[in-house]
């Protein structure tokens, strides 16, 4: 049996992950940041072999994540650095330290995790990497600007890492969603289930074990991304040829009017 390590396996996209895994039989090594609802998992889902907490936004608790999965080296073939949060407004009224740690979790614990298994994989000739950004990162977006950024860095960090990876038989692919329908949306002073302008549209949201399976299909395949759906895809080629003052007028309104 196979292994497969999830970062932030406790809910959303990342549970759904863990659960078609599951399903496919990999044995499934689980972070989380709470004990209880990794504790919670161990008893619903099959072939659970290890969990392991760690805040990511605290990089020794990254480097003791580390640690733990020394013994697990050779048998792990799937890592998946999904783990992340976003925060949303004024980019000045936003607390420096949390902006701090969304870098720390979005940017440099992934960067790091992409780095070990990169190393421990191409030991043994094989191995998939699946790195989750964000439709935000193919834009910059107003009053989503520091989370938008990390998520550029995701994606074109995981994409150069993978061309520098080719003759290894390890394969790193980077999955954008757009709006999912998980625990993402919420957000300090916003009520996302009230917003009437459509940014945080509730009713128009991915299912995320929909999310998960498209992007497990294209890690499978060694594809380089996966922007999953049609309309992510349209609008992500829409921001490419428009001008870029043109693009962030039209964020500028669909993110301010909350
Ligand atoms: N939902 C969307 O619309 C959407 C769209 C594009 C991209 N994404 C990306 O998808 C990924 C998964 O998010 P999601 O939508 O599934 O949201 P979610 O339901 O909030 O799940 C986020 C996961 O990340 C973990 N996490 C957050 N901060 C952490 C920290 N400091 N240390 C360790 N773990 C931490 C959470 O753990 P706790 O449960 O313990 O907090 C949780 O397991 C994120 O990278 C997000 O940016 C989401």
New binding site residues.
């Given amino acids: 049996m196979k292994t497969a390590f999830i970062?932030?396996?406790?809910?959303?996209?990342?549970?759904a992950f863990a659960k078609l895994l599951s399903e496919q039989g990999y044995a499934l090594i689980l972070?989380?940041?709470?004990q209880s609802?990794l504790d919670e998992l161990e008893k619903t889902l099959p072939n659970v072999q290890l969990t392991i907490t760690?805040?990511?936004?605290i990089s020794q608790q990254v480097a003791q994540l580390i640690t733990e999965l020394e013994n697990y080296q050779d048998q792990i073939s799937i890592a998946i650095n999904?783990?992340?949060?976003?925060l949303y407004g004024k980019d000045l009224d936003l607390k420096g330290s949390d902006v701090e740690?969304m870098l720390?979790?979005?940017i440099s614990?992934l960067t790091t995790l992409s780095r070990y298994f990169s190393k421990t994989m191409a030991k043994y000739g094989s191995g998939y990497i699946l790195n989750?950004?964000?439709?935000?990162a193919y834009q910059p977006q107003p009053y989503f600007a520091a989370?938008a950024a990390t998520?550029a860095y995701v994606a074109s960090f995981t994409e150069a890492l993978a061309v520098e990876m080719k003759s290894s038989g390890v394969t790193l692919t980077c999955l954008?969603?757009?709006?999912?329908?998980?625990?993402?949306?919420?957000f300090d002073g916003v009520d996302a289930a009230k917003d009437s302008s459509g940014t945080f549209d509730m009713k128009h949201?991915?299912d995320?074990a929909k999310i998960a399976e498209l992007g497990l299909k294209s890690m499978f395949k060694g594809k380089l991304r996966e922007i999953p759906l049609l309309e992510n895809k349209f609008f992500i080629f829409l921001n490419r040829v428009l001008p870029r003052s043109v693009v962030l007028k039209m964020y500028e309104q669909a993110m301010q009017n909350i």
């Fill in positions: 970062t932030g396996a406790t809910s959303g996209i990342g549970l972070h989380g940041r709470n609802k760690a805040d990511l936004s999904n783990a992340g949060f976003g740690a720390a979790v979005n614990a989750v950004a964000s439709t935000a989370y998520k954008s969603p757009g709006r999912t329908n998980t625990g993402f949306y919420t949201r991915a995320p």
